[in-house]
């Protein structure tokens, strides 16, 4: 079976320089492809170098609004360059209006900057939202969009907005966090999510499933817990029994997703 990643952070410092051995055990693990995103202008070198080192990397490149104050007067232009470098998709971009301290001035006019340039090359935008679900919806309606798709990321906006967010094209993406026993109003709307419109995830080297689900134990340099990139066939695993589907179909199912919104970069 073949495993797609739609959404990881490879190019992480937090993984020591060891992602050579990381890509060797994805790719014993099954997995074909996975969207690498860079959050901000100086990891995009980084994701930039993987996807010249690895066919199975697919770069992508974005402004992370965590990030947004550390960006350059050149950001936008730099931006374009990443993308004119290796066929490509934009992201990690987005709004956050839950994260602490985080300022919401500007984020809306970058991520609409970003959302921008997706829609006039036709690159996938891979979003981050936070407790911003309405807006977001707002501005995705009001804006030009990639007409090959977007991908909500890690999904875990109410179901009802669901059908909403179908009609704009997007992908809702699932990170084996939501396997948690108390993510369960998370896990639950993905039985809403049309068949055509899921993705998975691992978020590596955030988002770790939980311990009984767990196949790669990893450590950082100062010992915390990461989610290996390679536990993505346990996040499949897991989402398959929870909907009660087999694990072949989920399997074939999401590579035909994945190669609607993704297929063709690289
Ligand atoms: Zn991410």
């Not at 070198?45 to 947004?68: M, N, T």
Request: hydrophobic letters at 40%; aromatic letters at 10%; glycine letters at 8%.
């Amino acid at each position: 079976m073949k495993f797609y990643d739609a959404h990881n952070h490879l190019q992480d410092d937090r993984f020591c320089g060891r992602q050579a051995e990381l890509l060797a055990e994805c790719e014993k693990a099954g997995i074909a492809r996975m969207v690498v995103n860079g959050a901000c202008e100086s990891d995009w070198p980084q994701v930039l170098a993987l996807a010249r080192q690895d066919k199975i990397v697919l770069p992508s490149f974005g402004y992370h609004p965590w990030y947004l104050n550390e960006r350059t007067p050149d950001w936008l232009q730099n931006l374009k360059s990443f993308l004119d470098e290796v066929p490509s998709a934009v992201g990690e971009i987005g709004l956050d209006r839950w994260k602490q301290d985080l300022p919401y001035e500007h984020q809306e006019e970058v991520f609409l900057a970003q959302l921008w340039l997706a829609a006039e090359r036709n690159l996938p935008a891979s979003i981050h939202c936070l407790q911003a679900w309405g807006r977001l919806h707002e501005l995705l309606k009001d804006h030009p969009r990639p007409a090959r798709g977007l991908v909500l990321h890690s999904f875990g906006g109410p179901a009802e907005m669901i059908p909403a967010f179908t009609k704009l094209g997007a992908y809702f993406s699932f990170p084996g966090y939501f396997l948690h026993e108390r993510k369960l109003r998370q896990r639950g709307a993905f039985k809403h999510v049309p068949p055509d419109r899921l993705l998975l995830e691992t978020d590596a080297p955030d988002q770790l499933l939980p311990e009984d689900r767990n196949r790669f134990s990893l450590n950082g340099a100062d010992g915390k817990p990461l989610n290996h990139p390679a536990n993505l066939p346990a996040v499949y695993q897991g989402l398959a029994e929870f909907l009660g589907e087999k694990a072949e179909s989920l399997t074939a199912r999401v590579e035909e997703n994945f190669m609607q919104v993704f297929g063709g970069i690289g």
